[in-house]
């Protein structure tokens, strides 16, 4: 599973690049991209929210969470939900991954957001047995290469 972060689809806007692998987006992450660029995204980037596999309840159990534990966001000026909603749904991912036999999916989250990506790894620990471990963070430049 791919998801992007805002830094990931600025840069692919800015950079003029695009992939073809399956890519998938929270609402808030989305909403703002096409608000701050007027367009649509490709055809091969999903919203959460249209997938058959995403517990919305559980992720909305889970952005609650998150909104309550992290701050850096700003009702004002309507920022940092982007970092929450990635943030629940790799929790939502994680509660997903636990009620099934089969090992975690691998998740790769694109992002050039060095306060999100202390944040994924503060929350999903990389040890071995963890869940942290299937999650892998790149930059936009490396996915979009």
Do not use: C, Q
């Not at 830094?7 to 096409?34: C, H, Q, W």
């Not at 997938?51 to 998150?66: G, L, P, Q, R």
């Amino acid at each position: 599973m791919n998801i992007l972060d805002t830094s990931g689809l600025d840069y692919m806007s800015k950079a003029s690049r695009t992939t073809n692998a399956e890519v998938f987006l929270t609402p808030d992450i989305r909403e703002e991209y096409e608000a701050e660029y007027e367009t649509k995204l490709p055809d091969n980037f999903h919203d959460i929210f249209e997938t058959e596999f995403v517990d919305k309840a559980e992720f909305i159990k889970s952005y609650k969470a998150m909104l309550n534990k992290h701050g850096g966001r700003s009702f004002y000026n309507m920022t940092g939900f982007g970092d929450i909603s990635i943030l629940a749904l790799l929790a939502e991912r994680k509660v997903a991954a636990l009620s099934t036999l089969l090992p975690p999916e691998e998740i790769i989250v694109v992002t050039g957001d060095d306060g999100l990506i202390k944040r994924i790894r503060r929350e999903f620990p990389t040890d071995n047995s963890a869940f942290g471990a299937h999650i892998t963070v790149v930059s936009p430049e490396t996915f979009f290469a």
